[in-house]
């Protein structure tokens, strides 16, 4: 699937006034306004976003699609936190169901990837009181001693916000310690909604939006890079989701530390929001497009494929997103993950490569801070016929 170009678009004598005024906003690269937003949320159709998100999406980056080869570490799976959504967290009272690694764990986590091309760890689990500064501060330095060039993508605000407070020093302290410790990036989780009114009643008592931006605006002034993500499809409205851009866009005005943009899918399975319903494909490209449209200082959109499946994955290179995430690994392919789209999330290099070119598009394998790694667009692989680019159909 492909969108009208956006001068194709604007040619279209029976296009709304407003949504008009909002397409030349874009094509002139002007920035659109809250309401605006909130309109194309509650109005703007598929093919008209997806001309528009393209259209930066194409102007920022042309073709190309990133990707990076990385493994995560869930340090444990317990969690002292209650958030309705997460069907992740073993609670503390059912302990056994869960795991706890000690730092000689994670280290043997750690040392299975030496002889592999990986350039990140994203590290991230559950809230536990063993697991502190001390722990952190030990396990990056660690992590570091034994391979230096590894990026350590590791934890959230609201880690951070838990440790921090119970050593009783301040978030500039926390994060000025985090980073001398080895701290290279910070991913974009425990974002979920910011508005209170939703907050409150989905996110289990962990870290404020105020809290999570403040953290993150900490480490932007240590000249230190982070992620964003939004949790979307539960019980939130569109205001709050707008609400919710509107800060991140603000923040990256201020600090221009934020590299990537990305929307969560919420998934019903096993947790205690199992009666909600999820989210269209359709709802979803209109995300991600809104997205790409509202946040014109975020460099990049990614879709972390393993939560909206291959096919989806696909498609939202036409709508704004320019990167996937999700497993890469060339040596084993057996994963389960409850409730995702994908039972078996792992792709090797070469099916994430055909996957992108596919949908006529530019693979580029990148570091966490987007320097070219390889670029793939013309390696070829031995074995099957590969079609490359899609056909487009006329969509008005
Ligand atoms: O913070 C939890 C979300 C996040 C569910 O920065 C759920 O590069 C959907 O942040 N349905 C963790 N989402 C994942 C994350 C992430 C992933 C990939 C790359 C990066 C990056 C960050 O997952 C949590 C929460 O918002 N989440 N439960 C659920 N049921
Ligand atoms: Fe799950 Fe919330 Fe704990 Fe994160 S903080 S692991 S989302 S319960």
């Known amino acids: 699937m492909t969108a009208p170009s956006l001068d194709t678009l604007l040619r279209d004598s029976e296009l709304a006034p407003h949504l008009r005024a909002a397409a030349l906003k874009v094509k002139d690269g002007q920035r659109i306004t809250p309401e605006e937003g909130l309109m194309l949320y509650e109005e703007a159709p598929l093919g008209y976003l997806g001309a528009l998100a393209n259209h930066i999406r194409e102007r920022k980056h042309g073709d190309r699609t990133y990707f990076n080869r990385n493994f995560h570490v869930e340090p444990t799976n317990v969690c002292?936190?209650?958030?309705?959504?997460?069907?992740?967290?073993?609670?503390?009272?059912?302990?056994?169901?869960?795991?706890e690694y000690s730092l000689e764990d994670i280290l043997d986590i750690v040392r299975q990837y030496d002889e592999q091309p990986v350039t990140e760890v994203h590290?991230?689990?559950?809230?536990?009181?063993?697991?502190?500064?001390?722990?952190?501060?030990?396990?990056?330095?660690?992590?570091?001693?034994?391979?230096?060039?590894?990026h350590v993508k590791a934890l959230t605000p609201v880690e951070y916000h838990y440790i921090f407070k119970k050593a009783k020093i301040s978030y500039e302290e926390g994060m000025r310690l985090m980073k001398e410790a080895g701290l290279d990036s910070m991913p974009g989780g425990g974002a979920e909604i910011f508005a209170e009114e939703i907050r409150d009643q989905i996110a289990g008592g962990k870290c404020s939006g105020e809290q999570w931006l403040r953290i993150h605006e900490i480490w932007h002034e240590l000249g230190m890079r982070s992620n964003a993500t939004m949790l979307y499809g539960h019980i939130e409205e569109y205001r709050?989701?707008?609400?919710?851009?509107?800060?991140?866009?603000?923040?990256?005005?201020?600090?221009?530390?934020?590299?990537?943009?990305?929307?969560?899918?919420?998934?019903?399975?096993?947790?205690?929001?199992?009666?909600?319903?999820?989210?269209?494909?359709?709802?979803?490209?209109?995300?991600?497009?809104?997205?790409?449209?509202?946040?014109?200082?975020?460099?990049?959109?990614?879709?972390?494929?393993?939560?909206?499946g291959r096919t989806t994955a696909q498609l939202s290179l036409?709508?704004?997103?320019?990167?996937?995430?999700?497993?890469?690994?060339?040596?084993?392919?057996?994963?389960?993950?409850?409730?995702?789209?994908?039972?078996?999330?792992?792709?090797?290099?070469?099916?994430?490569?055909?996957?992108?070119?596919?949908?006529?598009?530019?693979?580029?394998?990148?570091?966490?801070?987007?320097?070219?790694?390889?670029?793939?667009?013309?390696?070829?692989?031995?074995?099957?016929?590969?079609?490359?680019g899609y056909t487009a159909l006329p969509v008005v």
């Not at 809104?290 to 972390?304: P, Q, S, T, W």
């Not at 060339?330 to 993950?337: A, K, L, N, Q």
């Open 318 to 388: 036409a709508f704004g997103v320019d990167d996937l995430d999700g497993t890469i690994d060339d040596t084993t392919r057996i994963y389960s993950m409850a409730g995702a789209e994908e039972k078996n999330p792992a792709l090797s290099t070469e099916d994430l490569v055909k996957l992108i070119r596919a949908v006529g598009r530019q693979p580029i394998e990148r570091d966490t801070l987007y320097g070219v790694v390889a670029d793939y667009t013309d390696v070829e692989f031995a074995g099957d016929k590969e079609y490359r």
């Open 80 to 99: 002292l936190y209650t958030c309705t959504f997460c069907s992740y967290s073993r609670r503390i009272k059912k302990r056994e169901d869960g795991w």
């Open 123 to 150: 590290i991230v689990g559950g809230v536990l009181p063993q697991y502190d500064v001390a722990f952190y501060s030990d396990l990056f330095r660690r992590i570091k001693a034994h391979r230096p060039d590894l």
């Open 240 to 308: 709050h989701r707008i609400d919710h851009l509107e800060k991140l866009r603000a923040l990256q005005d201020k600090t221009g530390g934020f590299q990537t943009y990305i929307p969560l899918k919420f998934r019903n399975a096993n947790n205690e929001l199992s009666h909600l319903p999820e989210t269209s494909v359709v709802e979803d490209l209109r995300n991600y497009a809104i997205g790409r449209i509202y946040l014109d200082n975020f460099d990049h959109v990614k879709a972390y494929w393993p939560m909206i």
